[in-house]
């Protein structure tokens, strides 16, 4: 079935300092690729997209990377801040017949040290 | 605009008990989804609903029933709770068939014992 694998589980980085989550998936009919912001006790939240036409989008200090090819994407947090922590999650979507599924990885634990 | 709305948002079963979740959204989307959110482990699809009167099987649907009589409401059944099953749930909808951008609800923490 499809599967996403998501690395690293958990990311510690200095105040200002750039970081990179990486997410691989199976599902070669996937073709939408977010991802999405949970603070502690919220619900999660979409920060960036990506589409599979599309190799790189930006949003101010966030980007994300696209190589369907190899079937990795990969979501870059420049000059990190402490409000930047949050567990991220990647997914991939698979289009549906009138929707989409969404697989979720497991999660990357970022905590930005002031 | 309450966007996706979970009840109840905390419950504790005892095993062999029965439940079930219920989400409402307002915002008119087709697509409706249940998850799971255990440490470690992401967001599991339980099941999932492209409109009304549909449903579907996700990645961890055993134990777990979903109907979706009306388009607003997706509702999660447990019929005989264990254990396995504490967790936080999360309703998600989405409407957008270019994107498929979900929507989630505050989530609902269910703890069995």
């Known amino acids: 079935g499809e599967n996403v694998e998501q690395h690293p589980s958990t990311l510690s980085v200095q105040e200002g300092d750039s970081a990179v989550i990486k997410c691989t998936y199976s599902d070669s009919a996937s073709n939408y690729f977010p991802w999405y912001k949970q603070e502690l006790g919220k619900r999660p939240q979409l920060i960036i997209d990506?589409?599979?036409?599309?190799g790189e989008k930006k949003d101010q200090r966030i980007a994300v990377t696209l190589n369907k090819t190899a079937k990795h994407f990969s979501l870059h947090i420049t000059e990190t801040q402490p409000e930047d922590s949050a567990v991220y999650f990647c997914?991939?979507?698979?289009?549906?017949?009138?929707?989409?599924?969404?697989?979720f990885g497991a999660g990357t634990r970022l905590f930005v040290k002031a | 605009n309450a966007g996706v709305t979970q009840t109840p948002k905390f419950r504790v079963l005892k095993t062999g008990q029965s439940m079930t979740l219920l989400c409402a959204q307002d915002?008119?989307?087709?697509?409706m989804y249940w998850y799971r959110q255990d440490p470690g482990m992401g967001l599991r699809l339980i099941h999932y609903?492209?409109?009304?009167?549909?449903?579907a099987k996700g990645e961890v649907p055993d134990g777990y029933n979903v109907s979706r009589l009306k388009k607003q409401n997706f509702l999660l059944g447990l019929e005989s709770a264990a254990p396995s099953q504490t967790s936080v749930y999360f309703c998600?909808?989405?409407?957008?068939?270019?994107?498929?951008?979900?929507?989630f609800g505050e989530g609902s923490r269910l703890t069995v014992l």
């Open positions: 915002m008119n989307h087709e697509y």
């Open positions: 990506i589409r599979s036409n599309v």
């Open positions: 998600a909808s989405g409407g957008r068939v270019d994107t498929g951008e979900l929507f």
């Open positions: 997914a991939a979507s698979n289009p549906l017949s009138g929707g989409f599924k969404t697989i």
């Open positions: 609903s492209v409109g009304e009167g549909t449903t």
